[in-house]
């Protein structure tokens, strides 16, 4: 019986203490009482640690570390573009992170874990929406997760709810689809979200009958007779992919426009954990309202949240440029996506390849700031692109450069500046 005791007790000391496993990727959180840290480099990220045998290095975003194995934890010491930035002690327990780092003299609590491990094979998704949203935010809850290579066959309500039965499924005000989770999509890197199929899923679209009065000169509108406030109903044919007014007058029974249909809102959730309405645009997309997002484009969107929260909607049959009236010709609509994620890297601005163009979203307050940061997005491109200084950027887009007044009437003007591809395949 005492020789038993004693082998007991020799195999349970006998059982090693848990090795501590640093190395590898980790998504992690930095925050102060609660709080993203705004002020500080480490937020939500991803840090890569390599190493072993007690010595570590590591990368988040821009920052470096480098430290040791201690009794205490994995001190590693920050650097950023060869300056100390700080330090940061971590502990690990069955795949989760937990720790500190300190950043300007201040406490960041560090938690984080492992990325979802992605299935060897991508899946199709058939998604049917049991709610939409009227704002692009963070803190809505994932209606799917995917990973990149999957794609999602959803579809989407018009601007006042209704679905391709005539169902009233939301409020009013650009209902959004989503939002989708990209497992491994972390802030820094690109979402990249390929437009399988964009298609009308019902035979009806409205559009307001007015235009919208930024768009007039003052004198105008003084002189102009109101309407009756009553939007017009376009008759959409699929078969021959044209649209006629439901109810034209003797000059316009014969009016009929080629169906164009698109996305008028892609977009992120955005930065600093903001909840932006549907109406609204910015560097995370949004309510761009561009002919160019239609089925067969890809659009390249900057993350600013873990799993960049894909959100959309605001389907259109066709629009002009500008969507005058504040509307275009709004409908439901089938839509099938694919998901890709470049890490590490973006633009700072949407921008999008349909095929046969590049083009780059500029966002800003009126025509001459959307212009600008349109002009300064690709000017950007070209650059990361193809290595071009200012001179050689200065014969491309002096040459080449196409723009796309894409949208006016909403709380931020939409200016596309747009290159043909076959222009860009003659630059080495």
């Known amino acids: 019986m005492k020789a038993l005791l004693v082998l007991a007790i020799t195999a349970a000391t006998a059982i090693p203490a848990y090795a501590a496993d640093y190395a590898g990727r980790w998504e992690i959180s930095g925050r102060q009482f609660g709080n993203v840290p705004s002020f500080h480099p480490i937020t939500d990220g991803r840090l890569v640690i390599s190493g072993g045998g007690g010595t570590y290095t590591g990368t988040y975003n821009a ?76 803190d809505t809850p994932p209606a799917l997760r995917i990973f990149p290579g ?49 298609r009308l899923n019902r035979d009806y ?52 426009v080629p169906l164009m249909p698109m996305l008028g809102c892609v977009g992120v959730a955005p930065p600093r954990r903001q909840a932006i309405a549907s109406s609204n645009l910015g560097p995370w ?42 509307q275009a010709m709004e409908t439901s609509m089938d839509v099938t996506f694919s998901v890709e994620v470049i890490e590490g890297k973006n633009l700072g601005q949407t921008w999008i390849d349909t095929g046969e163009e590049i083009g780059v979203m500029g966002v800003g307050g009126s025509l001459d700031e959307s212009l600008r940061v349109a002009t300064t997005g ?23 450069m196409r723009y796309e007044i894409a949208e006016v009437v909403d709380p931020q003007i939409n200016i596309v500046a747009k290159i043909r591809k076959d222009m860009l395949a003659k630059i080495r």
């Open 378 to 400: 690709m000017a950007l491109w070209l650059n990361d692109r193809y290595g071009l200084n200012q001179g050689e950027i200065a014969a491309v887009l002096g040459t080449a």
């Open 63 to 138: 920052l470096r570390f480098s430290g040791s194995e201690q009794k205490d934890g994995l001190h590693l010491d920050c650097t950023s573009d060869g300056k100390p930035c700080g330090t940061l002690v971590l502990n690990e327990a069955k795949g989760k992170l937990t720790g500190s780092a300190i950043m300007s003299g201040e406490r960041i609590d560090i938690t984080g874990q492992r990325p979802a491990a992605k299935p060897p094979q991508a899946t199709a998704h058939e998604f049917v929406p049991k709610r939409f949203h009227t704002n692009f935010s963070g």
């Open 285 to 326: 997309g949004g309510n761009l309202d561009s002919q160019s997002v239609r089925e067969g484009t890809t659009v390249y969107l900057p993350v600013f949240q873990p799993g960049a929260l894909l959100y959309i909607g605001d389907t259109h049959a066709q629009q002009g440029d500008g969507e005058l009236p504040g």
């Open 205 to 256: 679209a409205l559009q307001a009958s007015s235009i919208a009065g930024n768009a007039f000169n003052p004198g105008y509108l003084r002189n102009e007779v109101k309407g009756d406030g009553v939007p017009n109903t376009w008759k959409l044919d699929a078969t021959s992919n044209l649209g006629s007014l439901a109810n034209p007058g003797e000059r316009l029974r014969d009016y009929k």
């Open 150 to 198: 999957d794609s999602v066959h959803t579809e989407t309500v018009d601007n006042r709810g209704y679905d391709g039965k005539n169902v009233q499924r939301s409020t009013r005000g650009n209902p959004l689809t989503g939002p989708f989770y990209v497992e491994g999509a972390m802030p820094g890197d690109t979402l990249v979200v390929h437009l399988k199929r964009v």
